[in-house]
């Protein structure tokens, strides 16, 4: 059964970090990091290919940072000097790189991200 499952969020006051986990129950699969905030459409964070190539939204550049474990089948998102404006939903999402959502083949159940100014 294909499974993505997140952990790692919380709030925190602006300038903090988090760091993000999603568990894959598979392997070898391109990865990424959307994020949804209340009235808003779900948005590209970043993405990391199977083989370690990654991609970010410009406003994260700099602040987070994706990586993952393949011995663990874990793709984690640090994510730094946190903002009020990077409240959100954060989901996972497998079979891709791009910043398209409909790309994705499979999605995690998301975790809450707040960030308190």
């Known amino acids: 059964q294909v499974q993505l499952v997140e952990s790692g969020g919380g709030l925190v006051q602006a300038g903090g970090s988090l760091r993000l986990s999603c568990a894959a129950s598979f392997r070898n699969y391109d990865m990424g990091w959307f994020r949804q905030a209340p009235g808003k459409e779900r948005e590209f964070v970043a993405s990391?290919?199977?083989?370690?190539?990654?991609y970010y939204k410009h406003s994260v550049r700099g602040r987070f940072t994706i990586s993952r474990d393949n011995a663990k089948n874990t793709v984690y998102l640090q994510m730094n000097s946190l903002r009020p404006e990077d409240t959100a939903v954060y989901y996972c999402?497998?079979?891709?790189?791009?910043?398209?959502?409909?790309?994705?083949?499979?999605w995690g159940r998301g975790t809450q991200v707040t960030v308190s100014s």
């Open positions: 990391i290919s199977w083989s370690g190539d990654t």
């Open positions: 999402a497998a079979g891709s790189v791009t910043g398209i959502v409909g790309e994705y083949d499979y």
